[in-house]
DNA sequence: GTTGAGCGTT
């Protein structure tokens, strides 16, 4: 595997953040870490990927060590057509979790236990949070809107009757959430308000079992196929290993 | 298989 802290950022204290734009949508961090590497220690490099198609956004951030190779790196690879296209790189502006960067060095992500006074603050919600980025908006490109919806028309409708029946209360455990009886109750009946067959207690309209299985010949998983690699981060010491698994050629997608 | 302003992960 070929990619630094699958959970989450490794060690952002004291690196300088780069942005790279304009990369192509194939571009993958094992490409951009060589280019960066030259100009200095390369800590980690994050292509952040969509959560619905897991594809790249575009865009890459590649961490460093000391600034002035940072610096370096930004003047030397800003403009460099890599992979077919002109990347941009630039110092990030703002950081991991959408504070400010200061001086180009990434602010620690916690800065100190300073007493919950600071929790009581309302503290400043991100330029865009993901429901709202990949959900309500999902349009950093005028023309992917509906590719999505074409593309999500189908599994829409798998998602919902899903979502209607996930309601798994074992796997919320019982820490913090209290009763979840009464909750689950007044949330099945929302449901079944919400849901266009509204049935009386005493007349049923529409529900009756007429057709068996509407779903019967409906695939649920029909994608597991990897472009070209499934890790987002890159890692120095995890690039001598990233060449494939001793496995069999035919057993890759 | 597609697209092209922007600022990030368990």
Wanted: charged share 40%.
């Amino acid at each position: 595997m070929s990619h630094f802290g699958r959970s989450g950022p490794p060690d952002i204290k004291d690196t300088f953040s780069l942005l790279v734009l304009n990369i192509t949508f194939r571009t993958t961090a094992d490409d951009l870490f060589p280019l960066f590497d030259k100009y200095g220690k390369v800590v980690d490099i994050f292509i952040p990927r969509d959560r619905r198609t897991g594809e790249s956004r575009g865009f890459a951030f590649v961490r460093y060590k000391y600034a002035e190779e940072a610096q370096k790196a930004v003047e030397k690879l800003d403009g460099r057509n890599v992979d077919g296209r002109d990347i941009m790189v630039q110092f990030a502006k703002y950081g991991p979790n959408a504070e400010p960067i200061k001086k180009g060095r990434v602010v620690e992500v916690f800065p100190k236990e300073k007493g919950r006074s600071r929790s009581r603050s309302p503290r400043p919600r991100y330029r865009d949070s993901y429901r709202e980025r990949d959900y309500r908006r999902r349009s950093r490109s005028r023309s992917r809107e509906r590719y999505d919806r074409d593309r999500y028309r189908g599994r829409e409708r798998d998602r919902h009757r899903i979502r209607s029946r996930s309601l798994s209360p074992d796997h919320y455990g019982g820490r913090g959430r209290g009763r979840y009886d009464d909750d689950r109750r007044s949330r099945s009946r929302s449901f079944d308000s919400a849901s266009p067959a509204r049935r009386s207690p005493t007349t049923r309209r529409s529900w009756s079992p007429r057709r068996s299985s509407p779903f019967a010949d409906k695939s649920p998983e029909k994608r597991g196929h990897a472009k070209r690699s499934p890790s987002q981060s890159v890692s120095p010491r995890a690039r001598r290993v990233d060449s494939r698994s001793p496995r069999h050629s035919s057993d890759e997608d």
